[in-house]
T-cell receptor, first 113, second 109 residues
Framework: EAGVTQFPSHSVIEKGQTVTLRCDPISGHDNLYWYRRVMGKEIKFLLHFVKESKQDESGMPNNRFLAERTGGTYSTLKVQPAELEDSGVYFC???????????FGQGTRLTVV | AQRVTQPEKLLSVFKGAPVELKCNYSYSGSPELFWYVQYSRQRLQLLLRHISRESIKGFTADLNKGETSFHLKKPFAQEEDSAMYYCALLSGGYQKVTFGTGTKLQVIP
């Protein structure tokens, strides 16, 4: 069974550009989460989807970040325009139910220069 | 607000020595705590959760509500235990997980 897949694995963009990260959850997992770890800091929750609905987006840093999950399958996280402080590793995770284990993708390392 | 503290960024131990990775938390409700591990070039994965009260790969962790701690322990470290370890707190019912900053465990042969 395929795990959570994230694309790309690494992205280097210039400040002011737009980047879109993609996450394909495990098939059948209704719950999808985005997290971020900026250098030297903890992994922080960004938001949680249940199917296509945003259940909790309290962790989104600002309106330059837009997450979508059309059709309740894969999700995208767009950063527009990117700033230097957006650099970090973006993790996606999915779980079947709210109280079952969440499985993580390998992360996308975003570098804004 | 909930918070997870892992005071050590790096912990180096010799193979066969005991390991204790410290984790303290602050949360006003009833916490559910986890340890996640990330081996080199691998995904972050769940190691154990306190409600399971199980031992995984020889690791155990006991929730101490009085000390608000959830330290991860192993009596004899192995080289393959070298990894990043994250303590995490689940607050509320929606898997909004708060992670600590992580501790890198280095087991010296």
């Amino acid at each position: 069974e395929a795990g959570v897949t994230q694309f790309p694995s690494h992205s280097v963009i210039e400040k002011g550009q737009t980047v879109t990260l993609r996450c394909d959850p495990i098939s059948g997992h209704d719950n999808l989460y985005w997290y971020r770890r900026v250098m030297g800091k903890e992994i922080k929750f960004l938001l949680h989807f249940v199917k296509e609905s945003k259940q909790d987006e309290s962790g989104m840093p600002n309106n330059r970040f837009l997450a979508e999950r059309t059709g309740g399958t894969y999700s995208t996280l767009k950063v527009q325009p990117a700033e230097l402080e957006d650099s970090g590793v973006y993790f996606c995770a999915s779980s079947q139910d709210l109280n079952t284990e969440a499985f993580f993708g390998q992360g996308t390392r975003l570098t804004v220069v | 607000a909930q918070r997870v503290t892992q005071p050590e960024k790096l912990l180096s131990v010799f193979k066969g020595a005991p390991v204790e990775l410290k984790c303290n938390y602050s949360y006003s409700g009833s916490p559910e705590l986890f340890w996640y591990v990330q081996y080199s070039r691998q995904r972050l994965q769940l190691l154990l959760r306190h409600i399971s009260r199980e031992s995984i790969k020889g690791f155990t962790a006991d929730l101490n509500k009085g000390e608000t701690s959830f330290h991860l322990k192993k009596p004899f470290a192995q080289e393959e235990d070298s990894a990043m370890y994250y303590c995490a707190l689940l607050s509320g019912g929606y898997q909004k997980v708060t992670f600590g900053t992580g501790t890198k465990l280095q087991v010296i042969p």
